[in-house]
């Protein structure tokens, strides 16, 4: 399907940071007032599980998106509970004293952020042009980490200096609600696959998906959620290693924060438009090589904290790269149809990768110190592109011609 009209990317940088926010204002600003608060790091980290869960689970209602309201309802909705209910979270009086109705209402608020990520999915996956898919990819990707240092950063800094605690949340939850005006330039996309009874709607969204595995491209792209492609999951781990190059608390903060999301922003956009200059699963598997052998210039340098600072700005560069080519690969494989459905259900798989490189790479640490740790975070990607090349090559006569995409 081609885009009716053409609109320009960064408005998908705008549709993703509600997501973003949502989620560091949870492990941020909330986790630091809470535990200054007198709240135990354990009760934290629940609250913190707390707002994961609907992420991790959120295909599972994705195809509601796909088959109900208009996706422009949905991003709106959903915007509008989400900011309600942050503002809600942010007038509770003593909440370390009420932490179950702060739960609630970040188990609320994040819900309300998964069906605003499906929406914007969707809305993404038809207005981009073929050719800049890996654009949108991009912008996306930098709006989830734009938001997320919005929703960690700003609002850490916010409840600093503001004596009300209320307005934390009202400026947050005020910006989720007002990036519904991204929605002005968008065209609502036609849903060919509904009809008009709701089960035979369900069933196209079903036939679409499965489409996916029926296509090379979809069937490659399957693949190469699977793979620890660009998993980037020493980003996981640099506080936890970074005293083998005796790197201070500050520059911890400063690397695993601000200075390294906005690095990774600035790498998502420039990857995404070298996406749109080569094959899309090739710049997955290039970028994931230039992240592997970043690892080994880390290897091969001194261990000082100046080091550090270099390798990991580089990685969360590189990384960048990684983030803008896994949403231009998805986007590619999915095509229009049912996307919300078919777009989370290769981010979810995506995230198998990150949770396996990333217990590898502590294990390696374990066993072998910062030189496995660092061997590890390099040879494994680069035998997933291995992998990957040889799965790619042993299938190409099983997929002679792709089947079509639900426009």
């Not at 535990?35 to 707390?50: D, F, I, K, N, R």
């Not at 499965?210 to 996981?236: D, E, K, T």
């Not at 995404?272 to 598997?285: E, P, V």
């Not at 919300?340 to 066993?367: C, F, S």
Request: glycine share 10%; aromatic share 10%.
């Amino acid at each position: 399907m081609t885009p009716e009209r053409a609109v320009h990317p960064v408005l998908f940088l705008i549709l993703f940071l509600p997501m973003g926010i949502t989620n560091g204002y949870v492990v941020v600003t909330l986790g630091y007032l809470l535990t200054h608060a007198g709240v135990e790091v354990a009760a934290v980290a629940g609250l913190v599980s707390v707002s994961l869960l609907p992420q991790a689970w959120k295909v599972l209602w994705a195809p509601l998106v796909d088959t109900t309201l208009s996706n422009k309802n949905w991003f709106l909705y959903s915007s509008v509970v989400i900011g309600v209910l942050m503002i809600a979270t942010s007038v509770i009086p003593q909440p370390a004293a009420h932490l179950m109705l702060v739960g609630v209402l970040v188990f609320g608020f994040s819900l309300a952020s998964t069906f605003n990520m499906m929406a914007a999915d969707s809305l993404m996956a038809h207005a981009t042009k073929p050719e800049e898919k890996g654009r949108a990819g991009g912008w996306s990707q930098a709006g989830n980490l734009g938001g997320s240092g919005l929703g960690g950063g700003a609002g850490l800094w916010l409840a600093q200096h503001v004596q009300s605690a209320w307005v934390v949340g009202a400026v947050l939850g005020l910006a989720c609600i007002l990036s519904a005006a991204a929605l002005l330039p968008l065209r609502e996309p036609k849903a060919g696959h509904r009809v008009s009874s709701y089960f035979a709607t369900l069933k196209n969204v079903g036939i679409d998906v499965w489409s996916i595995l029926r296509s090379r491209m979809g069937f490659l792209a399957f693949v190469a959620m699977c793979l620890p492609i660009g998993a980037g999951a020493a980003q996981n781990l640099w506080a936890a290693v970074a005293g083998d190059w005796y790197a201070s608390a500050d520059t911890v903060a400063l690397i695993n924060g601000a200075l390294g999301g906005v690095i990774s922003m600035v790498g998502c956009v420039i990857g995404g438009y070298f996406c749109d200059k080569m094959d899309r699963k090739t710049a997955f598997n290039l970028f994931s090589i230039m992240l592997a052998v970043s690892a080994l210039g880390m290897l091969a340098a001194v261990r000082t904290e100046a080091m550090f600072i270099v390798f990991t700005c580089l990685y969360a560069f590189i990384l960048g790269f990684c983030f803008a080519a896994f949403g231009a690969v998805v986007l590619e494989a999915i095509g229009a149809g049912a996307a919300a459905t078919k777009y989370n259900l290769l981010a979810g798989i995506a995230n198998a990768p990150i949770i396996y490189l990333t217990m590898i790479d502590g294990w390696a640490h374990k066993h072998w110190g910062t030189e496995g740790f660092l061997l590890a975070e390099a040879l494994v990607p680069i035998a997933g592109t291995g992998i990957f090349i040889l799965i790619a090559l042993a299938t190409r006569p099983l997929f002679r011609r792709d089947a079509p995409t639900t426009a």
